[in-house]
């Protein structure tokens, strides 16, 4: 089975500046996917960014990108130019190419004004 | 709808009483999942429905957890003799086909289910 874990519980950051929130995985899988999730208090989960494991590119999507690390099984979020709206749990996922997640506990992040 | 609906947002019931969660998901995608976040937690697979059938259902917990979806849209997640520890939230979620490797998994906003 394939673990996924995130070691900080929360994070705080000051708008405008830069948040990196961790993640590791574990799997024997040579091809996967790995995605960070949002969730605001609304309870729905949004997609922020996938990345595709036999991508040797960092995946970016506007102020977010990842540093996938395949060889540690490393997957951070940098999150940059925060901004109030970014205030939400953020979890990471891991799917081996079929239909399932496993999701990791997330990470509070709170944005100081 | 333009996204993933569930019913009822909120749900508090009695240990022992039945429950139905309903899930109405995107026009047009065959694959619909359910999965379950306990306080804290991060989601949990618990379904998985190509169509009509379920095509895994090695994530329900117990047979007390029985899911269904007849015409292959909305689904209905059953709980049956409801315990304290069945309080979660239950997300559902949808796509257009069930590889993820081929498109996004679209969520609803869940439903919070109480168990005193």
């Known amino acids: 089975a394939q673990t996924v874990t995130q070691s900080q519980p929360e994070m705080s950051v000051q708008e405008a500046e830069t948040v990196t929130l961790s993640c590791t995985y574990d799997t024997s899988e040579s091809d996967y996917y790995l995605f960070w999730y949002k969730q605001p208090p609304s309870r729905q989960m949004i997609l922020v960014i996938r990345?595709?494991?036999?991508?040797?590119q960092n995946a970016t999507e506007n102020r977010f990108s990842v540093n996938f690390q395949k060889a540690a099984k490393s997957f951070s979020l940098k999150i940059s130019d925060s901004q109030l709206g970014d205030a939400a749990m953020y979890f990471c996922?891991?799917?081996?190419?079929?239909?399932?997640?496993?999701f990791g506990a997330g990470t509070t992040v709170t944005v100081r004004a | 709808g333009a996204g993933v609906s569930q019913t009822p947002s909120n749900k508090v019931t009695e240990k022992g009483k039945y429950v139905e969660l309903r899930c109405d998901p995107i026009s047009g995608h065959t694959a619909l999942y359910w999965y379950r976040q306990s306080l804290g937690q991060g989601p949990e697979f618990l379904i998985y429905?190509?169509?009509?059938?379920?095509?895994?259902d090695s994530g329900l917990p117990n047979d007390r957890f029985f899911a269904v979806r007849p015409e292959g849209s909305v689904s209905t997640l059953k709980i049956q003799r409801t315990e304290r520890g069945d309080s979660a939230v239950y997300l559902c979620?949808?796509?257009?086909?069930?590889?993820?490797?081929?498109?996004?998994?679209?969520f609803g906003e869940g439903s919070r289910l109480t168990v005193l």
């Open positions: 979620a949808s796509s257009l086909t069930g590889g993820l490797n081929t498109g996004e998994l679209f």
């Open positions: 429905f190509q169509g009509t059938g379920a095509a895994d």
């Open positions: 996922a891991y799917n081996k190419r079929d239909y399932k997640l496993s």
């Open positions: 990345q595709e494991a036999y991508k040797q």
